[in-house]
């Protein structure tokens, strides 16, 4: 075991050093198809049940680009206010491990096909911070490696490796940063909020499933310091594959304090990767960092360059949906939200939910609330994030919708939406499934009222000589007797009449 590095006092870091970060996130595309083939790009299926000869690297076997995927690459580009290259081609990333059976990547090196843009980045307090992109590029995703016998799942201790392909050849887009300097004591907090606002631009550009737990959105940070006063970079270690947002912030933070520690202690920092540890918050040494020079990179032979039109561009520039920070904007203006209420909507990962739920017909008040409070509560007991719940804002109008029509009150409704989580299907098929409707015949309910009153004759007299008060008891005994699904108000009306009040 490797003892836990030394880290130095976080504003220690600060007064001494100014910290510059460069991120790559990795993202899956959602393509129906892989990258230069045609097998299914779908998570979760039985190892090695989605392969064939391009993506196992057969001899002989030719790739073709999967157009989906260029298309999805120009618009997250466009998206990050990027160039597009008029033309530009894949490389051969020369490197060999198990979980890549060509021995090579299919990459792009020298000319992505999107570069230099920006995002601008709000951070917690509201303001607003821009991260220059220096490019984005397509690539092929590799497989996956299990290593078994261990305790940790890492390959230190294992007695064997299992492979499983499906995931090689998958569609990816690395995006790249330019180094970010100046943002001071905040730069764990932008790398954060960087990588939190990427994912909300592709989840609206409807291009990848963004989930980090899944491994469909990964991030690369990489962090070094400069003494305060000099504009010379330090070096740069590379913590690979944070797999949360929270991980991205901690992983940073700990870095840099242990980038302080070293380098004042008069030791150097070797530029390496290093994995980050979620249970004890710190990082451990991982590979000796290679140079480009050492993958021998050089233009893909078996495909031809891609030179997007100018006129293909223009069109899938009109394709761009309304943008996280447009949606804000309106939201704000729209909804009447403070800058507060803006916020923590958007910090809780609520507010493009709500939005798409408003887009389905919903009232921005009714879809708020629902999100905010009940949704919450349920991805919070789940563990998973709001947008990971397995129900859509489309499903959520719809319960919303059947409320209003008087159809749901709000119990049965709840009881809809966990029915829509446990997968009894669409919100119409569970209210009929589990029989949820609310009892709003008014003969139905006459019924029960006449059996309650005549269940409790001393109650029923009080309520006619004028104690309407009472009332209360024999509605509760009618919506015992309708399992909750009457409309209480309505009960309430119908009791009183029956007593002549
Ligand atoms: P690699 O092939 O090593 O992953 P990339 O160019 O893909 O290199 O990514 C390196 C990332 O680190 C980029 O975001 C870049 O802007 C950033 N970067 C470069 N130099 C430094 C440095 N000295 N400190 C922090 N980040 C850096
Ligand atoms: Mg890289
Ligand atoms: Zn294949």
Same mark, same amino acid.
């Given at each position: 075991?490797?003892?836990?590095?030394?880290?130095?006092?976080?504003?220690?870091?600060?007064?001494?050093?100014?910290?510059?970060?460069?991120?790559?996130?990795?993202?899956?595309?959602?393509?129906?198809?892989?990258?230069?083939?045609?097998?299914?790009?779908?998570?979760?299926?039985?190892?090695?049940?989605?392969?064939?000869?391009?993506?196992?690297?057969?001899?002989?076997?030719?790739?073709?680009?999967?157009?989906?995927?260029?298309?999805?690459?120009?618009?997250?580009?466009?998206?990050?206010?990027?160039?597009?290259?008029?033309?530009?081609?894949?490389?051969?990333?020369?490197?060999?491990?198990?979980?890549?059976?060509?021995?090579?990547?299919?990459?792009?090196?020298?000319?992505?096909?999107? *570069?230099?843009?920006?995002?601008?980045?709000?951070?917690?307090?509201?303001?607003?911070?821009?991260?220059?992109?220096?490019?984005?590029?397509?690539?092929?995703?590799?497989?996956?490696?299990?290593?078994?016998?261990?305790?940790?799942?890492?390959? *230190?201790?294992?007695?064997?490796?299992?492979?499983?392909?499906?995931?090689?050849?998958?569609?990816?887009?690395?995006?790249?940063?330019?180094?970010?300097?100046?943002?001071?004591?905040?730069?764990?907090?932008?790398?954060?909020?960087?990588?939190?606002? $990427?994912?909300?631009?592709?989840?609206?550009?409807?291009?990848?499933?963004?989930?980090?737990?899944?491994?469909?959105?990964?991030?690369?940070?990489?962090?070094?310091?400069?003494?305060?006063?000099?504009? %010379?970079?330090?070096?740069?270690?590379?913590?690979?594959?944070?797999?949360? $947002?929270?991980?991205?912030?901690?992983?940073?933070?700990?870095?840099?304090?242990?980038?302080?520690?070293?380098?004042?202690?008069?030791?150097?920092?070797?530029?390496?990767?290093?994995?980050?540890?979620?249970?004890?918050?710190?990082?451990?040494?991982?590979?000796?960092?290679?140079?480009?020079?050492?993958?021998?990179?050089?233009?893909?032979?078996?495909?031809?360059?891609?030179?997007?039109?100018?006129?293909?561009?223009?069109?899938?520039?009109?394709?761009?949906?309304?943008?996280?920070?447009?949606?804000?904007?309106?939201?704000?203006?729209?909804?009447?939200?403070?800058?507060?209420?803006?916020?923590?909507?958007?910090?809780?990962?609520?507010?493009?939910?709500?939005?798409?739920?408003?887009?389905?017909?919903?009232?921005?008040?009714?879809?708020?609330?629902?999100?905010?409070?009940?949704?919450?509560?349920?991805?919070?007991?789940?563990?998973?994030?709001?947008?990971?719940? %397995?129900?859509?804002?489309?499903?959520?109008?719809?319960?919303?919708?059947?409320?209003?029509?008087?159809? $749901?009150?709000?119990?049965?409704?709840?009881?809809?939406?966990?029915?829509?989580?446990?997968?009894?299907?669409?919100?119409?098929?569970?209210?009929?499934?589990?029989? $949820?409707?609310?009892?709003?015949?008014?003969?139905?309910?006459?019924?029960?009222?006449?059996?309650?009153?005549?269940?409790?004759?001393?109650?029923?007299?009080?309520?006619?000589?004028?104690?309407?008060?009472?009332?209360?008891?024999?509605?509760?005994?009618?919506?015992?007797?309708?399992?909750?699904?009457?409309?209480?108000?309505?009960?309430?009306?119908?009791?009183?009449?029956?007593?002549?009040?």
């Amino acid at each position: 075991m490797t003892a836990v590095a030394e880290i130095m006092d976080y504003d220690e870091v600060l007064a001494r050093f100014d910290p510059v970060l460069g991120l790559e996130v990795h993202v899956e595309l959602s393509t129906n198809t892989k990258m230069f083939c045609g097998c299914a790009n779908a998570f979760g299926a039985e190892p090695n049940t989605q392969v064939c000869p391009v993506c196992l690297g057969l001899p002989g076997a030719l790739p073709v680009v999967n157009g989906k995927a260029v298309e999805a690459a120009i618009r997250i580009g466009l998206a990050l206010n990027c160039e597009v290259a008029e033309w530009c081609r894949f490389a051969r990333k020369n490197y060999f491990y198990p979980d890549m059976p060509k021995n090579f990547q299919t990459s792009q090196y020298d000319e992505p096909i999107v *570069h230099d843009g920006y995002l601008d980045v709000v951070l917690d307090d509201g303001e607003t911070f821009r991260v220059e992109i220096e490019r984005a590029h397509m690539e092929e995703d590799t497989g996956k490696s299990l290593h078994v016998g261990g305790a940790t799942g890492r390959i *230190h201790g294992a007695s064997h490796s299992l492979l499983d392909y499906n995931r090689a050849g998958v569609p990816l887009i690395e995006i790249v940063t330019k180094p970010i300097t100046g943002a001071g004591e905040r730069a764990p907090e932008v790398a954060r909020a960087y990588v939190a606002a $990427l994912r909300d631009l592709l989840r609206a550009l409807d291009v990848s499933d963004v989930r980090m737990d899944q491994g469909s959105l990964r991030c690369d940070a990489n962090v070094s310091l400069m003494p305060k006063g000099s504009a %010379e970079f330090g070096t740069r270690t590379e913590t690979k594959n944070v797999n949360s $947002l929270r991980s991205v912030e901690r992983a940073v933070r700990f870095e840099m304090q242990r980038h302080a520690a070293v380098l004042t202690g008069g030791g150097e920092i070797l530029q390496e990767t290093r994995h980050f540890d979620e249970s004890t918050g710190s990082t451990s040494a991982g590979r000796k960092k290679e140079t480009s020079e050492d993958y021998r990179y050089f233009p893909e032979p078996d495909l031809v360059p891609i030179a997007p039109s100018r006129e293909w561009v223009e069109e899938l520039s009109k394709t761009l949906p309304e943008l996280p920070w447009e949606r804000r904007k309106r939201a704000k203006e729209e909804w009447g939200l403070s800058d507060e209420e803006l916020r923590d909507l958007v910090n809780a990962g609520a507010l493009e939910l709500i939005a798409e739920t408003v887009e389905a017909g919903a009232q921005p008040g009714d879809a708020r609330s629902w999100w905010v409070a009940y949704l919450a509560q349920q991805a919070n007991t789940r563990g998973v994030e709001l947008a990971d719940l %397995e129900i859509s804002p489309k499903q959520v109008a719809r319960v919303i919708a059947l409320v209003a029509e008087g159809k $749901l009150t709000n119990k049965l409704a709840r009881q809809v939406v966990d029915g829509v989580l446990a997968g009894e299907g669409e919100p119409d098929e569970v209210v009929a499934a589990r029989g $949820l409707e609310v009892v709003s015949d008014d003969s139905a309910l006459q019924t029960a009222i006449d059996e309650a009153l005549a269940a409790q004759p001393d109650i029923a007299d009080k309520i006619r000589g004028g104690k309407v008060q009472a009332a209360g008891a024999i509605v509760g005994a009618v919506m015992k007797a309708t399992k909750g699904q009457a409309d209480a108000k309505r009960v309430r009306e119908l009791v009183l009449a029956a007593c002549g009040q």
